[in-house]
């Protein structure tokens, strides 16, 4: 097919954020969320998985289910299961309670077009 570009698993993005970004590291662009896949130094471009499974930080107070939707909060840079505010990443693979040591959950990011 001459008009394929990929399979749309990964996204080639330039770091103009003003910040260094580490790899395993949530990025919002718009609508599109994908994980770092190596450290993104400012000004230099590197890989976004678009796809996957991963377990990323979560509001502490949180207790989520299997299946629960899974939201990024982009100024507290960590996943939600607050919709309001906040961009539709995934869901949650496992459950994970909401104590004060319950900072990460396991999400499979559903491709980020919300």
């Known amino acids: ?27 919002l662009l718009g609508i599109i969320f994908g994980i770092a896949a190596g450290d993104i130094a400012e000004n230099t471009s590197d890989i976004l998985n678009l796809l996957g499974t991963y377990e990323l930080a979560k509001a502490p107070s949180e207790a989520w289910s299997l299946g629960a939707a899974v939201y990024w909060d982009n100024t507290a840079k960590h996943c939600t299961n ?33």
């Open 1 to 27: 097919m001459k008009n394929f570009i990929s399979q749309g698993n990964t996204l080639t993005f330039t770091n103009d954020t003003g910040t260094p970004i580490a790899s395993g590291s949530g990025v």
């Open 82 to 114: 607050v919709a309001t505010n906040n961009t539709l990443i995934g869901a949650a693979i496992e459950a994970v309670g909401g104590g004060a040591t319950d900072i990460l959950g396991k999400v499979r990011l559903n491709g980020s077009f919300g």
